[in-house]
């Protein structure tokens, strides 16, 4: 019997896309040395100019999942230095990321669905119950940065399809 | 207090990621008419050649929002024609995929986490519970429509920003 608590809304949903994100930068990343392209091209490239280039993407896949668990769980945010600027550096990121959000139990998230969650943003304070924050925002931001990601080495070539995205 | 239930977490996300949906081609039409573009220039574009135009991507984020509601319930699933050629009829289909989805009841989706759902695609069957269903395709693929739809309006210059996709 599936069991709807707020571990199973998170861990595993975070878990497995950014398992799927890590599969699609290492065929990004062949793609790159097969083709012995300059990986900066795809890593800073844009779909238009006030967009995010893919690193920066890739940056806040990770961090919406780590920033949603830790702030569920009540414990510190690991904090990364977004210097990275190759295909290992991002990676390595998203690995790292998967390795904090393994390290979170189901109890550590019991009760949390109605826990008050204080948002900092650049603009505004958000307010959300931790129900609200997983699924208006750190699901929805989720997949919208690894989307773009694939979207953007789509874009320039590189051999991806929808199961890659999806996973098995 | 929330509750954890398989119709919260189906029929509001379906139906906020929709009402931003159609908040995005709004204003996309509102660009084309103000540019006075050809909306085909739009509703064709596709990010690579192999990629889905903007008017498939649009059917799919429907069809898996119609389809992920009315297979959990046991109700058929409403059929479209998949004929749009302007934003008018994009929105259009938006609004009845909305309608269709504020139909269904909390009690129709009661229990429905352990059923099972059996998926005839194109190269295959695929068969999941209820809520793996959802959680690892009908959601995943809902914001993938919608963040390449953004994508897309993006590449082309609409002005749309983050706020846009995540809704208020």
Chains 1, 2 share one sequence.
Do not use: W
């Not at 019997?1 to 497995?16: E, G, H, I, N, Y």
């Not at 599969?23 to 800073?44: G, R």
């Not at 949603?68 to 210097?83: H, K, M, S, T, W």
């Not at 690995?95 to 949390?112: G, H, N, V």
């Amino acid at each position: 019997m599936a069991t709807l608590d707020m571990f199973t809304l998170t861990v595993p949903v975070f878990s497995r896309a950014l398992n799927n994100l890590l599969h699609i930068l290492q065929k990004a990343q062949a793609h790159v040395e097969a083709k012995q392209l300059d990986p900066a091209a795809l890593i800073q490239f844009r779909l238009f100019p006030d967009m995010f280039p893919l690193a920066r993407q890739v940056q806040i896949a990770t961090d919406m999942s780590k920033g949603c668990v830790a702030r569920l769980a009540g414990v510190e945010i690991p904090g990364y230095a977004d210097n990275e600027t190759t295909f290992a550096d991002l990676i390595a990121r998203v690995e790292k990321t998967l390795a904090f959000i393994a390290s979170i139990t189901p109890a550590q998230l019991a009760d949390t669905a109605d826990k008050e969650i204080v948002l900092p943003l650049r603009v505004r304070t958000l307010t959300f119950s931790g129900l609200v924050y997983v699924q208006s925002f750190a699901i929805p931001n989720l997949y919208f940065h690894i989307t773009t990601s694939y979207n953007i080495l789509r874009h320039n070539g590189v051999e991806l399809g929808k199961m890659d995205f999806l996973g098995q």
